[in-house]
């Protein structure tokens, strides 16, 4: 059967091509032989079920691995200490014996608890069992939980983790497992948990043993290119690996999930059509061009999750707004609780200290997320939607009237509007006016290197070409020649000739309207709201 790029589900090196564990699980595996207890936390399909399944061939030689997984063990057992310690039990019972060759005799002494048919085996009597168990065993347990905020928000998941941080501080004298790891979005250390309807959310957990995990989940370009190496080898595409790999991180960081979606659309939806005959023809940076387009439409379980977020956790709307729409530089703090909840569902990574998107995917599905909250009424998308036709000239796209006329429509509405009105939702009203002009065929990113509260660079895709548009706040003549002389640098590296900026200013004698100048080779095209 021949492999595909999967992003259902977990990964298995037999059937769907993947990038290469071994350095992940060589690390994790020195946190294991440490003895360390430890939760791997991150967004939804990160890959860290796949993590955990490959962690569990990893250990085999060394370790008894016990890999349960908390969603099926089911929330209705967590009903109280009884029923969970049963269903608890049962399952641990059939995983060791599933996934391990061991003596049965060491398992006895839970097999005839259950047998006993007992509907009141308590946790401190379970985690007597699973100590007796790991006393008997000829090899270390170690002992993995996937899902296991599942069903988190109850009394019984905290005594739980509060018996197996007991056990874990007692382990000279209670033999107890190796190391235990725990898998799940939120980070178990500081849980948000309401017990009691009028009791209000509190962080309380009793899993402060547990050890940093810092191993990177993320993939590199060269993990990217390990894959696409092992695609190439069996489809002879003759894509230029490295560009592919790379032009794939920088527009997804990494991110596991929609790394092998964009190569799945690739071999699956863009190989195959009309424009893209053949795998040759989809894997190069036209093909690509058009994957980024319909990854950022689709509707997918990853962006359902990420933006229902969004309603059940409120206070991530401001500080994504900020960072997308105003540019201001937000200090990554990580103790914070906005920025931890931000960091912990995906939102946002650290760099150099400051908070950024996670990745320019993500980004533009939010960009679109808060600007369609504003289509209904709104003046600007009204008059970008009904003028679309003007704005296509012979099949391209004519951005120099899309800047003359939206200087006109933004000019008539807000014209009288104060500075500070015009600082905080100009770029946004832009994004507004552009998106009905280019949606269903065209799509748009920011560039990372020039996001900041005074300028952003938009690059604009269109029937496969590129036009580089800044958006940036006027600040005199001076600030408004480097802004021509950064543009023009940024042309050199698109290797493009001509450029457009639109400038919002608070200078009551300013001149509306568009331009254009020769700056050396490149013609720039400028407008001033």
Same mark, same amino acid.
Request: glycine share 6%.
């Given at each position: 059967?021949?492999?595909?790029?999967?992003?259902?589900?977990?990964?298995?090196?037999?059937?769907?091509?993947?990038?290469?564990?071994?350095?992940?699980?060589?690390?994790?595996?020195?946190?294991?032989?440490?003895?360390?207890?430890?939760?791997?936390?991150?967004?939804?399909? +990160?890959?860290?079920?796949?993590?955990?399944?490959?962690?569990?061939?990893?250990?085999?030689?060394? +370790?008894?691995?016990?890999?349960?997984?908390?969603?099926?063990?089911?929330?209705?057992?967590?009903?109280?200490?009884?029923?969970?310690?049963?269903?608890?039990?049962?399952?641990?019972?059939?995983?060791?014996?599933?996934?391990?060759?061991?003596?049965?005799?060491?398992?006895?002494?839970?097999?005839?608890?259950?047998?006993?048919?007992?509907?009141?085996?308590?946790?401190?009597?379970?985690?007597?069992?699973?100590?007796?168990?790991?006393?008997?065993?000829?090899?270390?347990?170690?002992?993995?939980?996937?899902?296991?905020?599942?069903?988190?928000?109850?009394?019984?998941?905290?005594?739980?983790?509060?018996?197996?941080?007991?056990?874990?501080?007692?382990?000279?004298?209670?033999?107890?497992?190796?190391?235990?790891?725990?898998?799940?979005?939120?980070?178990?250390?500081?849980?948000?948990?309401?017990?009691?309807?009028?009791?209000?959310?509190?962080?309380?957990?009793?899993?402060?043993?547990?050890?940093?995990?810092?191993?990177?989940?993320?993939?590199?370009?060269?993990?990217?290119?390990?894959?696409?190496?092992?695609?190439?080898?069996?489809?002879?595409?003759?894509?230029?690996?490295?560009?592919?790999?790379?032009?794939?991180?920088?527009?997804?960081?990494?991110?596991?999930?929609?790394?092998?979606?964009?190569?799945?659309?690739?071999?699956?939806?863009?190989?195959?059509?009309?424009?893209?005959?053949?795998?040759?023809?989809?894997?190069?940076?036209?093909?690509?061009?058009?994957?980024?387009?319909?990854?950022?439409?689709?509707?997918?379980?990853?962006?359902?999750?990420?933006?229902?977020?969004?309603?059940?956790?409120?206070?991530?709307?401001?500080?994504?707004?900020?960072?997308?729409?105003?540019?201001?530089?937000?200090?990554?703090?990580?103790?914070?609780?906005?920025?931890?909840?931000?960091?912990?569902?995906?939102?946002?990574?650290?760099?150099?200290? %400051?908070?950024?998107?996670?990745?320019?995917?993500?980004?533009?599905?939010? +960009?679109?997320?808060?600007?369609?909250?504003?289509?209904?009424?709104?003046?600007?998308?009204?008059?970008?939607?009904?003028?679309?036709?003007?704005?296509?000239?012979?099949?391209?796209?004519? /951005?120099?009237?899309?800047?003359?006329?939206?200087?006109?429509?933004?000019?008539?509405?807000?014209?009288?509007?104060?500075?500070?009105?015009?600082?905080?939702?100009?770029?946004?009203?832009?994004?507004?006016?552009?998106?009905?002009?280019?949606?269903?065929?065209?799509?748009?990113?920011?560039?990372?290197?020039?996001?900041?509260?005074?300028?952003?660079? /938009?690059?604009?895709?269109?029937?496969?070409?590129?036009?580089?548009?800044?958006?940036?706040?006027?600040?005199?003549?001076?600030?408004?020649?480097?802004?021509?002389?950064?543009?023009?640098?940024?042309?050199?590296?698109?290797?493009?000739?001509?450029?457009?900026?639109?400038?919002?200013?608070?200078?009551?004698?300013? %001149?509306?309207?568009?331009?254009?100048? /020769?700056?050396?080779?490149?013609?720039?095209?400028?407008? /001033?709201?």
């Amino acid at each position: 059967m021949a492999k595909i790029f999967n992003v259902n589900g977990a990964c298995r090196p037999d059937e769907h091509y993947m990038v290469d564990l071994t350095s992940r699980l060589k690390a994790i595996k020195k946190m294991v032989d440490a003895g360390d207890y430890f939760t791997i936390n991150r967004g939804r399909q +990160y890959g860290k079920t796949t993590t955990l399944q490959a962690l569990t061939s990893y250990l085999k030689k060394d +370790y008894i691995v016990v890999s349960l997984d908390f969603q099926k063990l089911g929330a209705d057992k967590f009903v109280n200490e009884n029923q969970f310690s049963i269903a608890f039990a049962k399952r641990f019972l059939r995983k060791i014996r599933l996934d391990n060759e061991l003596d049965e005799e060491i398992l006895l002494p839970l097999k005839t608890g259950l047998r006993e048919e007992r509907d009141d085996i308590e946790l401190l009597e379970l985690f007597d069992y699973l100590s007796d168990i790991c006393a008997e065993a000829d090899k270390p347990i170690v002992m993995m939980i996937d899902e296991v905020d599942a069903s988190m928000n109850n009394q019984v998941f905290l005594s739980f983790l509060a018996q197996l941080r007991a056990d874990y501080l007692d382990r000279r004298q209670t033999p107890t497992f190796q190391s235990v790891i725990l898998a799940g979005v939120h980070d178990i250390r500081n849980i948000r948990r309401k017990i009691r309807p009028d009791e209000a959310h509190q962080p309380n957990s009793p899993w402060n043993i547990a050890a940093k995990f810092q191993v990177g989940m993320n993939f590199s370009a060269e993990d990217i290119s390990g894959m696409l190496n092992e695609y190439e080898s069996d489809y002879h595409t003759g894509m230029d690996i490295p560009a592919i790999s790379d032009r794939i991180f920088d527009f997804t960081y990494g991110y596991p999930y929609l790394v092998s979606d964009l190569c799945k659309i690739i071999d699956e939806e863009i190989s195959g059509s009309a424009e893209f005959p053949l795998k040759s023809n989809a894997w190069t940076s036209e093909g690509l061009s058009e994957a980024l387009k319909r990854i950022i439409k689709e509707d997918n379980p990853l962006y359902e999750s990420l933006l229902g977020k969004l309603a059940t956790w409120p206070e991530l709307k401001p500080l994504l707004k900020e960072l997308l729409f105003n540019g201001s530089p937000i200090p990554y703090v990580a103790t914070a609780f906005y920025i931890k909840d931000a960091a912990m569902f995906g939102f946002i990574r650290n760099e150099n200290e %400051t908070a950024v998107i996670s990745n320019r995917i993500f980004e533009t599905v939010l +960009y679109n997320n808060f600007i369609s909250e504003e289509f209904i009424g709104n003046k600007l998308y009204e008059a970008g939607a009904q003028e679309r036709n003007q704005f296509i000239v012979g099949g391209h796209l004519d /951005v120099r009237r899309i800047l003359e006329k939206f200087i006109e429509t933004f000019s008539e509405l807000y014209g009288n509007e104060d500075d500070k009105f015009l600082e905080k939702v100009g770029r946004k009203y832009f994004l507004l006016f552009l998106k009905p002009i280019i949606n269903g065929v065209g799509n748009y990113s920011i560039e990372p290197q020039t996001r900041n509260s005074e300028r952003m660079d /938009v690059v604009i895709y269109y029937k496969g070409e590129q036009n580089i548009l800044e958006l940036k706040l006027w600040r005199g003549n001076s600030y408004n020649e480097r802004g021509e002389k950064q543009l023009s640098g940024y042309l050199d590296y698109f290797h493009m000739k001509k450029g457009y900026m639109l400038s919002f200013s608070f200078n009551k004698k300013k %001149t509306r309207g568009v331009k254009e100048i /020769v700056f050396g080779d490149k013609i720039l095209i400028e407008g /001033v709201v």
